[in-house]
């Protein structure tokens, strides 16, 4: 089956007793069992098995052409459920372009541990053969990446990282399954925050991860279980109900954000934009050959620094001023203050005057006009007299 038809029909059969075409929110913590461990399809406890989770879990594996889906109550409860799978001592070499809070929770938390990591610039073929010179457990890959999507080549690299021994872990957060496959280019493991483009409206938070290794899966499903860190089955419903829409939400997320992307690369008031789908960027040639389409994330630098930053940000319009992505609305933000502040001192500051936005499906006149106004008053900040 193809990937429209998976995402509606994986581990999502009518309902038994019903035939609700729609896979019940098991809300419940306990089963009742028909004698002492006589319990029906394995469900004793909802920490450790819900329906509804089981549902979201089977789609998600489908969707990345994996065995396994194991979902959490968030994108970092699935990294750290994976970070549980490795101990004090063990190597990790991260792309130096990740997502804030996996900075934080490396370097701030599991670093104090004992845990090694090191940050480095993976899109660089010197650099990226230096750091797999030495044995390493971990390589943790996002691509693209955030927030200024750089290119990794997932198979270049995974081949690189299997000779030094690791694991290879992608953070498919910015791309979707729809249009990238890591395991199918040599992952291990691939890591969802579903709270993005999955469940794709905003109102559920929530991870996973999927593998095709029956081990590691068993692994991930014994954390999970033993941490505890699991949605709620409201929260794996509504993640479910995203997913059905995910195809169709990529391509207009895609589409919108090629055509602002080449809008932005003529305008005066901006310096510099970050988008795969731009011929002139660096990785354009790997993301074609990796990606389906370039995906709804673009980044750009503008004229004048932060004062013309903050002009522009005044008044956002139609796009809502805030952190987190993927959603149907289009939101725009500051990254250096806000999603990337704790990558404060960390030798990897994002530049101060870039704005990232996350295009959402909104009809993308509306969108463009808005931006307008928005660079037109970060031009007449920089026009405007010192005093
Ligand atoms: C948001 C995000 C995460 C963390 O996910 P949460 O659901 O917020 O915990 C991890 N990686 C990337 C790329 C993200 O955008």
Redesign the pocket.
């Known amino acids: 089956m193809e990937f429209e038809t998976r995402a509606i029909h994986a581990g999502q059969e009518p309902d038994p007793l019903t035939g609700s075409v729609n896979v019940p929110i098991y809300q419940t913590s306990t089963y009742a069992q028909d004698g002492v461990l006589k319990m029906r399809g394995g469900h004793d406890y909802a920490r450790t098995i819900n329906p509804t989770r089981t549902a979201l879990e089977e789609c998600l594996a489908s969707l990345e052409g994996g065995k396994h889906g194991v979902c959490f109550s968030?994108?970092?409860g699935a990294?750290t459920a994976i970070m549980e799978l490795f101990s004090p001592g063990s190597r990790t070499v991260a792309i130096n372009d990740v997502?804030g809070?996996?900075y934080r929770l490396f370097s701030k938390l599991y670093a104090t541990k004992g845990y090694d990591y090191e940050f480095v610039d993976l899109t660089d073929e010197g650099t990226a053969r230096q750091a797999f010179e030495r044995p390493a457990d971990l390589v943790w890959l996002?691509t693209p990446s955030?927030p200024l999507l750089k290119i990794v080549d997932i198979a270049a690299i995974a081949e690189r990282a299997h000779a030094a021994g690791a694991v290879v872990v992608v953070?498919n957060?910015?791309a979707s399954p729809y249009l990238q496959q890591p395991l199918a280019l040599g992952a291990d493991i691939v890591v969802h925050?579903t709270?993005?483009y999955i469940g794709g409206h905003s109102d559920a938070?929530?991870?996973a991860a999927i593998t095709n290794d029956d081990e590691t899966a068993e692994r991930l499903h014994f954390v999970q279980n033993s941490m505890g860190a699991v949605p709620g089955p409201l929260d794996a419903f509504l993640t479910l109900r995203g997913a059905k829409t995910l195809a169709v939400r990529m391509e207009r997320h895609c589409d919108n954000a090629a055509g602002i992307a080449r809008w932005l690369t003529e305008s005066p008031a901006v310096s510099h934009v970050y988008y795969p789908g731009l011929a002139a960027h660096p990785g354009h040639e790997t993301a074609k050959r990796q990606m389906k389409r370039f995906g709804g994330m673009i980044a750009f630098q503008v004229n004048g620094g932060r004062p013309a930053v903050d002009a522009a940000l005044a008044d956002t319009g139609v796009w809502t001023l805030g952190e987190s992505?993927g959603g149907v609305e289009s939101l725009i933000e500051h990254p250096g203050a806000m999603t990337h502040a704790s990558l404060a001192g960390s030798g990897f500051e994002v530049p101060d005057d870039l704005i990232r936005l996350s295009v959402g499906i909104e009809h993308v006149d509306d969108l463009m006009h808005d931006l307008v106004a928005m660079l037109a008053r970060a031009t007449q900040s920089r026009s405007r007299p010192i005093q």
């Open positions: 968030s994108g970092m990294t997502y809070g996996t996002e955030n953070d957060t910015f925050s709270t993005k938070v929530g991870g992505l």
